[in-house]
């Protein structure tokens, strides 16, 4: 079992930057896992943002790329997200996902991200 908690949600103005948190709890787990953030925006459905494999290759939605950077630290169990210049559609709850393996994976609770004026 693998608990992952995210931070670094909030209020942000058009232009501005948050950097997102994810810890996770099991380590093991983490080392091997493919790391993910997702979002879901207002009336959308759940979508991709970004992906970091266990060796540290990464993808990212068309949208996201150039503004948006993953990044993980296997000593401490923690995945990162930093958002720049970001547009009022990237209001979404952000959520981090890791999965160890096909057909098994985790998510957190989600955490709340507001780009307005």
């Known amino acids: 079992q693998v608990q992952l908690v995210e931070s670094g949600g909030g209020l942000v103005q058009p232009g501005g930057s948050l950097r997102l948190s994810c810890s996770a709890s099991a380590s093991i787990v983490f080392k091997i896992s493919t790391m993910g953030w997702y979002r879901q925006g207002p009336g959308k459905q759940r979508e991709l943002v970004a992906a970091i494999t266990s060796n540290g290759s990464t993808n990212y939605a068309d949208s996201m790329k150039g503004r948006f950077t993953i990044s993980r630290d296997n000593t401490n169990n923690m995945v990162y997200l930093q958002m720049n210049s970001l547009k009022s559609e990237d209001t979404a709850v952000y959520y981090c996902?890791?999965?160890?393996?096909?057909?098994?994976?985790?998510w957190g609770q989600g955490t709340q991200v507001t780009v307005s004026s």
């Open positions: 996902n890791a999965v160890p393996w096909p057909g098994r994976e985790y």
